[in-house]
């Protein structure tokens, strides 16, 4: 390992995988309930519906690309940022293991599609290899980051939502003593492994902003209690948490949350 850090970040990651009971969900490691899930998922999307907080996320990484550029994206989705690449750059490559989610891409966009997990797959190098919140199976994160290195002429691009947490949820953490499911696994450890790897990153963190809304109370709180790992609590504690950040505007209920995504991006090395 490099340096002073003799920390095995790989191996955090990995712990981060496993649930809070310490056992790894079936969906991490069952391709069928992986490709179910992405299946029904894309059921429900409209025709080329991304986030909101997408677009500023895009913004951030079209600073590294080059209108000129080739590129490869890792882990698609809904298209989120397949849609805004294809338009910007001279061409774009989407890998993704789930045949649902390349399918839906297909009626959108003329990106080329292949089938198959990045880590495994035989891949031509692109001018820009970029993956935004897609690394979640991925249990060889080293092993990925080199490859990411390695396929990447120009730039290499991986996006990450961050926290912080729903602010309510350390109010029922502190004040009223409930186990909350707080994330497991962060950006900074695949910074840190890339150091590890002798990779010297830029990492920017940007503000962003969700709204959600909700069209009665119930709807809030059943919402906004799904962190918490207790069996057992009381609502009204979930109510009490969530006065300070909630507002009503006489038809929904609405809840602002601050959060970050950390853009990290390197040349290869």
């Known amino acids: 390992m490099q340096g002073p850090l003799k920390i095995d970040f790989e ?7 496993h649930d809070w009971q310490g056992n790894m969900p079936e969906r991490m490691v069952d391709d069928a309930l992986e490709e179910d899930f992405w299946r029904q998922s894309m059921q429900r999307k409209k025709p080329k519906q991304t986030d909101a907080h997408a677009i500023p996320i895009f913004d ?11 590129v490869l994206e890792i882990g698609p989705g809904w298209g989120n940022y397949t849609f805004p690449l294809e338009e910007y750059a001279a061409s774009l490559s989407c ?35 970029v993956g935004v919140n897609c690394f979640y199976r991925m249990y060889h994160m080293n092993a990925t980051l080199r490859k990411m290195n390695a ?18 949820y350390e109010v029922l953490d502190k ?11 962060d950006y900074i450890e695949i ?3 890339l150091y590890q790897l002798g990779i010297f990153a830029d990492c920017q963190m940007l503000p962003l902003e969700r709204i959600y809304t909700y069209p009665t109370k ?38 602002k949350h601050r959060f970050y995504a950390a853009i990290i991006s390197w040349t290869p090395q």
């Open 60 to 70: 951030a990484m079209k600073t590294h690309i080059s209108p000129q550029d080739s």
């Open 218 to 255: 119930e709807a809030l709180l059943t919402a906004q209690s799904k962190k918490i790992r207790d069996n057992a609590y009381q609502l009204e504690h979930v109510e009490q948490a969530l006065a300070d950040f909630v507002t009503y505007d006489g038809e929904q209920y609405i809840y």
């Open 151 to 168: 396929l990447a002429r120009k730039k290499a691009i991986i996006g990450m939502t961050t926290g912080p947490i729903q602010p309510h």
């Open 191 to 193: 910074l840190n492994m």
């Open 175 to 185: 004040q009223f003593g409930y186990a909350i499911k707080y994330p497991r696994r």
């Open 11 to 17: 191996k955090i990651w990995q712990e981060g995988m």
């Open 95 to 129: 890998v993704d293991s789930s045949e649902s989610v390349l399918s839906y891409l297909a009626q959108y966009t003329n990106a080329a599609l292949i089938h198959g997990k990045f880590e495994t797959l035989p891949l031509e190098p692109h001018d820009v290899v």
